[in-house]
């Protein structure tokens, strides 16, 4: 099994569409309604052509060169040398050691390529998965959001990951 990742391309709209209105992770990913085919084309065309200078970006996760995955970093953060990531393998492709791969990847070319000097994630304290998947990684618990964030009218405490590189 060879995971990479790779720079997004509008080839990959009805991978991200699947990925964005599952509703599975709308809680995890502050997704409140479902995105139409047009708004996945303007958000991979801002990401082509804004790259980082947006503050964010998207890769594609690959599993011998098919798409599975997606990783993203957000809040960037050029002065200070740090961003936000978040990682999400497709359902059908989770819990055979993608996201754990890609992830290990992901921290080196951030490091090396981006001269980042550290990453941070949140996490509900209910996502065992990814819990175990940052702080095997690295990432250390820094902090706890108290009621962060409203998914169905219910509040929920966010975990602060940071990784120093």
């Keep these: 099994m060879k995971i990479n990742f790779r720079e997004i391309e509008l080839s990959d709209v009805d991978f991200v569409l699947e990925i964005e209105n599952n509703k599975n992770i709308w809680k995890v990913s502050d997704t409140i309604t479902e995105y139409d085919r047009e708004e996945i084309i303007s ?97 250390i618990k820094t902090g706890l959001r108290k009621e962060w964030t409203k998914y169905e009218n219910v509040w929920y405490d966010e975990i602060f990951f940071q990784l120093k590189l």
């Design 43 to 139: 958000f991979i065309t801002k990401i082509i052509i804004e790259g980082l200078d947006n503050q964010q970006k998207r890769w594609i996760i690959t599993c011998n060169n098919e798409a599975c995955g997606c990783i993203d970093l957000f809040d960037y953060d050029r002065h200070n040398s740090r961003a936000g990531i978040g990682i999400v393998i497709h359902e059908s492709k989770q819990n055979k050691g993608i996201a754990t791969k890609a992830l290990k990847k992901f921290i080196i070319f951030c490091k090396k390529e981006l001269k980042l000097n550290q990453l941070y994630c949140t996490v509900l304290p209910n996502n065992e998965s990814s819990m175990k998947l940052f702080t095997k990684r690295g990432f």
